[in-house]
């Protein structure tokens, strides 16, 4: 098993530039989450799909921010435009059942770097 | 909101010897389910172990044990034997049982392990 995939590994981009980054979650992972991590914030949710839809977005920070999963095995997160606040590492994470002891399968995560 | 405090910023510890990193949560939810995961500086996410609330008995893995004290909402994990590649950042998390998709985060530890 190849695990949760996330491309690219690193992303440099000016201000006011489009960002998107793109996930491979686990096959038969029917969840997926994207996070983000900062010094400042740690760990957060962003978003959630579950089958292919979003279920909870209340951690995208604004408008700028969106996210689609147009088939079980691939999704994007998009900044546009990106700003550099936005500088963090975004994990994709997979998870077989909802909730519960059911473990999330992280990626290795995108750093973004807004300059 | 639940909420995951880590209150160590830094451990260390010298090899084979034993480390115990703190994690307490705030929570008004009876069921829930904890965690830890570890980020070495390859940035991937990796479950240590994990408990359910319900269940009195500490979790075990291997090396790595918990001390889940329910009463005072405390949760750390215990390191016997300590060898050079657990260095690495530590995350305490919380799912609880009504919104169980949404897992929240400590800020981390540094673990340094000294030869």
């Known amino acids: 098993d190849a695990g949760v995939i996330q491309s690219p590994r690193h992303e440099v981009t000016e201000m006011g530039q489009e960002v998107t980054l793109r996930c491979k979650p686990i096959?038969?992972?029917?969840?997926l989450f994207w996070y983000r991590q900062t010094m400042m914030r740690g760990l957060e949710l962003l978003i959630y799909f579950n089958n292919n839809v979003p279920i909870d977005d209340s951690g995208m920070p604004e408008d700028r921010f969106s996210a689609k999963m147009p088939n079980a095995s691939f999704s994007t997160l998009k900044i546009q435009p990106s700003e550099p606040r936005d500088s963090a590492v975004y994990f994709c994470?997979?998870?077989?059942?909802?909730?519960?002891?059911?473990?999330?399968?992280f990626g290795p995560g995108t750093r973004l770097t807004v300059t | 909101a639940q909420t995951v405090t880590q209150s160590q910023p830094e451990m260390s510890v010298q090899e084979a010897e034993t480390v115990t990193l703190s994690c307490t949560y705030d929570?008004?939810?009876?069921?829930?389910?904890l965690f830890w995961y570890k980020q070495p500086p390859s940035r991937q996410m990796i479950l240590v172990i994990r408990q359910e609330a319900y269940k009195q008995q500490n979790a075990t893995e291997n090396r790595f044990s918990v001390n889940f004290q329910k009463a005072a909402k405390s949760f750390s994990l215990k390191i016997s034997d300590s060898q050079l590649g657990d260095a690495a950042m530590y995350f305490c998390?919380?799912?609880?049982?009504?919104?169980?998709?949404?897992?929240?985060f400590g800020a981390g530890t540094r673990l340094t392990v000294k030869p």
């Open positions: 096959s038969g992972h029917d969840y």
């Open positions: 929570t008004s939810e009876s069921d829930y389910y």
């Open positions: 998390a919380y799912r609880g049982n009504y919104n169980n998709n949404d897992m929240r």
């Open positions: 994470a997979s998870s077989l059942r909802p909730g519960g002891l059911y473990e999330q399968y």
